[in-house]
């Protein structure tokens, strides 16, 4: 069993379970055949029309559900001719009845695709960026996009990762390098050239955005308390999912020195 609690704060158990993260994985960069598989190995999808695009019901589960089971899809976004894509790395749920979210400010125009039906995106400014939110099950429920990673595939190739690359350089205004291109929620969007006016309280268009499922799933996920949630305002409840397989490269490690498993965070084996 995990610690796994409700958006009221109560434990409850489920079928994965916690064990502890080998030593050595932290340190360890994932294999390229995760990271970038080859098109033609995805069965089924076609780069014109693809057939794994997440349908709208998908999104309407438990905020926390759905912020586990969003890691290792893959987030893609036409711009141009280009399909700019990433793999979500790292997610954080959301509840109305908790004192972090924005949807607990109460309703207004801004925020009303959090009270929409899950699958809506809401979009907003965080520190002088976008950040990418989905709407979950539940008025005021949602998940936030914390961080991916640049995928490449035939539909999204070098050249889609070459133009990310140019949307996003680093403060000097050199090519940033993949494994830092989309590790937080503002260099994600604008990686993928994602814009609030574009994008907030829209549904998805698989001709323009929409997140697919690429057959990856975590074989291990670390469960952790959000980032920069302000003191008083439920900054303690652990709502934070991270690939085990990518904790170098999110927006900021959970299992770096000095964090303290069973107390900083948890463990989940998944199992296939």
């Known amino acids: 069993m995990i610690i796994n609690k409700t958006h009221r704060g109560q434990a409850r158990s489920c079928k994965e379970t916690v064990r502890t993260l080998p030593r050595h994985s932290a340190a360890i960069k994932p294999d390229v055949a995760i990271i970038a598989v080859r098109y033609a190995d995805t069965p089924n999808a076609m780069p014109d029309q693809p057939s794994r695009a997440l349908p709208d019901s998908f999104f309407d589960r438990d905020a926390q559900t759905l912020a586990r089971d969003l890691l290792g899809k893959v987030v893609r976004h036409k711009v141009g001719e280009l399909w700019l894509s990433a793999r979500i790395i790292e997610t954080e749920a959301y ?77 000097s205004g050199n090519v940033r390098p993949p494994e830092r291109l989309c590790a937080g929620q503002t260099l994600l969007c604008k990686a993928l050239g994602l814009k609030v006016p574009m994008w907030d309280a829209k549904r998805f268009d698989p001709q323009r955005i929409f997140v697919e499922d690429v057959g990856q799933r975590p074989a291990q996920i670390i469960q952790a308390a959000r980032l920069g949630i302000t003191a008083g305002r439920d900054e303690h409840l652990m709502y934070r999912f991270v690939d085990a397989e990518y904790t170098r490269f999110c927006t900021r490690n959970p299992l770096r020195r000095g964090q303290v498993e069973g107390r900083d965070y948890f463990i989940i084996e998944q199992g296939h």
Do not use: C
């Open 95 to 171: 509840y109305l009845e908790e004192k972090g979210s924005h949807a607990s400010l109460g309703y207004t125009e801004k925020r009303k695709a959090l009270f929409l039906d899950g699958g809506h995106i809401y979009m907003y400014y965080s520190r002088g960026g976008d950040s990418l939110n989905f709407s979950a099950q539940g008025p005021g429920n949602a998940v936030l996009i914390k961080s991916a990673y640049p995928w490449v595939d035939a539909l999204s190739d070098v050249n889609s990762l070459a133009q990310m690359q140019l949307n996003n350089p680093d403060a």
